[in-house]
């Protein structure tokens, strides 16, 4: 199903009219255009991700961890897109590629400081792939994609708070004081949600459909009317983050939680529970980009 609904159009436009998006990190306009070619090599790959250190960094980093449990440690990019292939390179390209877009502020101001953003962003991942991966909904997903979609749901407050800082922070004053959910403020106060935001980047950068609509419905995935399991899955990895004290925001409260979120995962709370000491280590293990 593509995103070209009447309403989706709307928010399209409404965004693109109030905030400008950045553009796709060169390093990943690269890297689409090189996988395009059914000629490609891992030698090619490797000249475009060598031009990113962050990125050739983290290829090399997960290359060598358990996960792929080599026995001779890996020091050339190619080689390592080699064991890797080249989906899992761009999805390892993205993560460093958003970091490096967006991670670069440190100061706390008000209610949003980065450092929190960044670790709730991180344990919605963690939560995301270890949920996923225990659920027979998800079987054919990689843990990696969920990952990701954990990492990059709140996106849109990035976007938010760098491009229209000042209506973003009194929108949050406005959140914390009346003591209501941000979403239903920043409807009121832009016409438009953080979730909406992060779609609209999403689209503009190519990524995949699912993900796009699984960021715009994470707050409401009984709306979902394409991917309601993903989006139900963000749903609860957010709402897991906020409850853990990892929350994007400073102040806020929590909206409630959506009735149907276990159903549409495939897994119960009581799974979910058994889960929660394992995401808290892997979170914990996590090499943060600070």
Do not use: C
């Not at 899955?233 to 004290?245: M, N, V």
């Not at 939680?257 to 979910?272: H, K, N, S, T």
């Amino acid at each position: 199903m593509a995103l070209s609904s009447g309403t989706s159009t709307n928010i399209l436009g409404l965004v693109n009219d109030t905030i400008e998006l950045p553009t796709m990190p060169e390093v990943l306009v690269k890297l689409n255009e090189v996988m395009a070619n059914v000629d490609a090599s891992a030698a090619d790959v490797a000249n475009v991700v060598t031009r990113d250190p962050a990125v050739s960094t983290n290829i090399l980093r997960i290359v060598n961890s358990a996960y792929y449990g080599l026995q001779v440690r890996v020091s050339s990019v190619s080689l390592a897109i080699s064991v890797m292939g080249f989906n899992m390179t761009k999805k390892v390209a993205l993560k460093a590629a958003v970091f490096s877009a967006f991670g670069k502020r440190r100061e706390k101001i008000q209610h949003f400081d980065p450092v929190a953003f960044w670790k709730h962003a991180i344990y919605a991942g963690t939560a995301a792939r270890a949920i996923g991966s225990a659920s027979t909904v998800f079987a054919d997903r990689h843990p990696e994609d969920l990952y990701i979609a954990g990492l990059l749901h709140d996106i849109g407050k990035i976007i938010l708070m760098e491009k229209v800082a000042p209506r973003y922070l009194a929108m949050l004053r406005k959140s914390v004081q009346q003591q209501r959910p941000e979403t239903a403020v920043e409807v009121e106060d832009f016409g438009f949600t953080h979730a909406d935001v992060g779609s609209v980047l999403a689209i503009k950068w190519s990524l995949p459909e699912e993900l796009a609509i699984a960021i715009r419905y994470h707050h409401a995935p009984s709306r979902d009317p394409f991917h309601r399991s993903l989006s139900s899955l963000i749903h609860l990895s957010d709402q897991l983050a906020w409850r853990a004290g990892q929350p994007s925001t400073v102040g806020p409260v929590l909206a409630a939680m959506e009735p149907d979120v276990f159903g549409q995962i495939g897994v119960d709370a009581a799974q979910v529970e058994s889960i929660l000491p394992q995401i808290q280590e892997d979170f914990a293990a996590s090499e943060l980009p600070w």
